[in-house]
């Protein structure tokens, strides 16, 4: 079993930044993507970022430029440095880990979310 530890949410004005971190522990053979959700209510999740094993990173159009994401593989986890951050923003900000056993069979696991508010 996988357990994903989240931290790093909070209340910030516009304009403001926040640092996600997700640490994942347990059997972990090996992790390919780690990622980033968010959810806002009323609406659906939405993916945010992701970052492959090897550093390829992707975004949502609407982070572009303003969310960093980041990896510490000997540290098993992932970050989400978000900057210029905008009421639109506010949303539970979820990670995603995708683990590999030793048969390479993959599975999906979930932080338990963090809130982040941005006020305007």
């Known amino acids: 079993q996988v357990q994903l530890v989240e931290s790093g949410g909070g209340l910030v004005q516009a304009g403001g930044s926040l640092r996600l971190s997700c640490a994942a522990s347990?059997?972990?053979?090996?992790?390919?993507?780690m990622g980033w959700y968010r959810q806002s209510p009323g609406k659906q999740r939405e993916w945010v970022a992701g970052?492959?094993?090897?550093?390829?990173?992707n975004y949502v159009d609407s982070v572009k430029g303003r969310f960093t994401i980041s990896r510490d593989n000997a540290k098993v986890t992932v970050y989400l440095q978000m900057n210029s951050l905008k009421p639109e923003d506010t949303a539970v900000y979820y990670c995603?880990?995708?683990?590999?056993?030793?048969?390479?069979?993959?599975?999906?696991?979930w932080g338990q979310g963090t809130q982040v508010t941005v006020s305007s």
């Open positions: 995603n880990v995708v683990v590999v056993d030793t048969f390479r069979r993959e599975y999906d696991y």
């Open positions: 347990g059997s972990i053979f090996s992790i390919n993507t």
């Open positions: 970052i492959t094993r090897s550093g390829s990173r």
